[in-house]
């Protein structure tokens, strides 16, 4: 049974975008407010360091200014990535329609939306803090140069690791004053997360990448592409195993990560590099992933508040 908790809300925006009107809809589409998946995957790290390092009265403000700011950081870097790719993007079929690649949106109005929301997401911040919002700027470059790794390496996907994960090192720092190894370890872990499940979503368009000139690991690397997704999940199972010891989390953390085990090791099963379906349907389930790292982290401090 494949679990997608994304579907319904994936379904309710993108009724909500395309009930917008026509000259709007190409903006929020540049924006993926349609396609929630990802900006889950980019506040979910964030929620996770929250659970594990927030006091019991801290974080729910802070979780809110991260939804946010995650919501706007990556429609920006989408928008971003639409404008560089958009001859690319032409070419393969999962995403000729984007509005730069179908037309429907010029390359320099998405480039200034694609500004304005970037250095707009940083601001959200101010709510918390200065350091905050220098910390969330800090990360804009990685955000800014992921659309051109492609096109120098066939490892973006480590790169995307580093910028999609950068509230995990936001959120400790904020909290804790400073850079340490539970942060270090946990920023780790889900790099490692991200680079497995961003494998599994460029084999959906190996094909069409390879007749681009598109750069990845699954081009590279064709069937053998699920070796690099298992060697990536593990090592996220054994810093997710380090974390737990180094962060103090209680005896129920480690039920709910054998549970994350088993999540993980299902996509690695499923994700036939020559199935193109069934990497989609793998990928699809990492907001239930996401959702079980962060139970686990929430029951290891259970006890463990003061």
């Not at 990535?81 to 001859?87: E, H, I, P, S």
């Not at 959906?204 to 699954?218: C, K, P």
Request: glycine letters at 14%.
């Amino acid at each position: 049974m494949i679990v997608d908790l994304q579907a319904p809300v994936r379904r309710r925006a993108a009724r909500l975008v395309g009930r917008a009107p026509a000259g709007v809809r190409p903006y929020l589409e540049l924006l993926r407010l349609d396609r929630p998946v990802g900006a889950w995957l980019l506040v979910v790290p964030g929620w996770i360091a929250l659970a594990a390092f927030a006091g019991p009265w801290d974080g729910g403000l802070f979780g809110v200014l991260l939804l946010v700011y995650g919501v706007l950081s990556r429609g920006a870097a989408c928008g971003l990535n639409d404008v560089l790719d958009a001859r690319f993007d032409a070419q393969v079929p999962r995403t000729a329609g984007r509005p730069v690649a179908s037309g429907r949106l010029t390359a320099g109005r998405a480039l200034v939306l694609s500004v304005v929301v970037g250095a707009a997401a940083p601001l959200v911040m101010a709510f918390w803090s200065v350091e905050a919002v220098v910390w969330a700027a800090a990360g804009a470059p990685l955000a800014a140069v992921y659309p051109l790794m492609k096109r120098v390496t066939p490892w973006p996907h480590v790169w995307l690791g580093f910028t999609i994960n950068w509230t995990v090192p936001l959120v400790y720092v904020l909290l804790t004053g400073g850079l340490g190894l539970a942060g270090g370890v946990l920023y780790g872990a889900m790099i490692c997360w991200s680079v497995g499940t961003d494998v599994i979503y460029a084999c959906q368009d190996r094909e069409a990448d390879v007749r681009a000139g598109v750069r990845s690991a699954a081009v590279l690397l064709g069937r053998r592409s699920r070796v690099l997704v298992g060697g990536a999940y593990a090592g996220c199972l054994v810093l997710l195993a380090w974390f737990g010891g180094v962060a103090g989390l209680g005896p129920l953390y480690w039920p709910g990560l054998c549970v994350v085990a088993g999540q993980l090791g299902w996509q690695v099963w499923r994700a036939d590099p020559a199935d193109v379906a069934a990497c989609g349907r793998a990928f699809a389930t990492n907001p239930l992933c996401g959702l079980l790292v962060l139970v686990a982290v929430l029951a290891g401090r259970v006890g463990t508040l003061g």
